[in-house]
């Protein structure tokens, strides 16, 4: 755009600068014009013949006129009826072809290598010896610096004001248009600086030029909210009606597993026992994700003891069995000093519990976390000695139902949740290789401002 700019200001500067030095040259040509016509004329004035001899008496006002400027040359030739010279230059204006009349005639053409504007007029007399007559010649020229000097001093003067009013025409432009989009400026800002999840309304006052499109953004804004808040609700509705019929499944899968004693029978209710549980496990995690996005929209930060969490945490995976042994292997390690974050507590806790847990599903061995603080900010690391994920798959374990392989435990919306959570709280996760075998996973959290305490 602002090469198109660019190249569009020197298109129009060049056509200006073209149309005013035409226009400067043709006014200094008609200028000088004058002047040598009137020399040429109050020359022709005085030319006569008597006796067969030409006589012309030349005023001295014809040159002194011309001689005004310091820069022009000035040449003249007159020549009898039969074309000899009379007076002047006898190589002036030989290559121009003179009418017999009386008319003036202008011309352009070069002497000794200079370029010169010639006045020519013809005056016919009549001898007043023998009444015989013919056309006598009068030829006066100039050379062009004046001319050139007038025509750059005038284009100068008509280009100078032309530029400055197109600077000043500009600027305010400029300053016009920046004006009329500061409003649209500031409502770009205020929607980056926004979270993904708020869709509120833009509140501000805007120009009446621009009302329009502020309140097509608003109604836009208010029907994807509601479309969202409809997707949450039938999401959070589907796993919550779910859950209690797939735990029952799941009950009836180990009562028949304590019964039943064939074999076959015995491994298509091991099936439905996994599917059943497997079932349930996305359901909560449904449920999970939906509650925590609502929360993240309409919960207020607020400065929460990260360590306090952890335990919160581990609290809750200890109320469920099936993490029971687990848990007796798990290593904790947290600061003494507390580690404080800008977060929103629940939401906080349910991130913490998803890596834990997946550390869980995937790793049989015992499981370590550790929190403290470092220079990255507030760090906690969650280690087991699972199987691990391949360097060509680390990529998508952030990513929704996305999982190491079909045969490995979990929805695959665990770490997806969690890096959700963690974005949102100005964070960073990361899955690494750790030494030995298995798997870390770090979050990174900004640390509160260590005036501020709980």
Not at 66 to 75: A, C, E, I, K, Y
Not at 116 to 121: E, G, H, K, L, Q
Not at 340 to 367: K, Q, Y
Not at 419 to 427: R, Y
């Amino acid at each position: 755009m602002l090469i198109t700019t660019a190249c569009l200001f020197l298109v129009i500067g060049s056509v200006l600068a073209l149309t005013v030095g035409a226009y400067a040259r043709r006014a200094a040509d008609e200028a000088f014009d004058r002047v040598l016509t009137a020399s040429a004329l109050s020359i022709a004035d005085t030319v006569g013949i008597e006796e067969g001899s030409v006589t012309v008496d030349i005023p001295y006002s014809a040159f002194a006129i011309l001689g005004t400027s310091r820069l022009n040359r000035v040449f003249y030739r007159i020549t009898a009826p039969d074309g000899s010279l009379v007076t002047g230059s006898p190589i002036l204006a030989l290559d121009i072809e003179i009418a017999h009349d009386e008319h003036l005639h202008l011309h352009d053409s070069m002497y000794r290598g200079d370029p010169v504007r010639i006045a020519s007029v013809q005056r016919y007399r009549a001898d007043t010896a023998t009444g015989s007559g013919g056309w006598v010649g009068i030829m006066v020229a100039e050379t062009r610096e004046a001319r050139q000097e007038l025509a750059r001093h005038l284009t100068f003067n008509g280009i100078l004001p032309a530029v400055a009013i197109a600077l000043v025409s500009g600027g305010l432009i400029l300053v016009s248009v920046r004006s009329a989009f500061l409003p649209l400026r500031v409502i770009e800002s205020n929607l980056r600086a926004r979270r993904p999840s708020d869709l509120g309304r833009i509140d501000q006052e805007v120009p009446v030029e621009i009302s329009a499109l502020v309140s097509a953004l608003n109604e836009f804004m208010d029907r994807l909210g509601a479309v969202l808040d409809g997707i949450k609700r039938v999401t959070a509705d589907a796993a919550h009606q779910l859950r209690t019929p797939l735990a029952a499944i799941q009950a009836q899968a180990e009562v028949g597993l304590d019964e039943v004693q064939d074999p076959q029978m015995r491994h298509r209710l091991s099936r439905i026992h996994h599917n059943a549980r497997e079932a349930g496990l996305l359901a909560t995690m449904l449920l999970s994700d939906a509650t925590t996005m609502h929360r993240l929209e309409t919960q207020e930060r607020e400065i929460v003891n990260f360590g306090h969490t952890v335990a919160d945490a581990l609290q809750m995976l200890r109320a469920e069995s099936s993490y029971a042994n687990l848990l007796q292997s798990l290593i904790l390690e947290i600061q003494e000093d507390p580690v404080l974050v800008v977060a929103e507590a629940v939401v906080l806790r349910e991130m913490v519990r998803n890596v834990i847990e997946n550390a869980f599903i995937h790793a049989p061995g015992p499981t370590f976390v550790k929190l403290a603080v470092s220079e990255k900010g507030a760090v906690l690391l969650v280690m087991d000695r699972g199987p691990g994920i391949p360097d060509d798959s680390k990529y998508k374990v952030f990513q929704r139902f996305a999982r190491a392989g079909s045969r490995h435990p979990g929805t695959g919306l665990g770490l997806a949740i969690a890096k959700d959570i963690t974005v949102a709280f100005g964070g960073v996760i990361s899955v690494a290789d750790r030494d030995g075998g298995g798997l870390v996973v770090e979050v990174i959290l900004p640390v509160a401002a260590e005036e501020v305490s709980i």
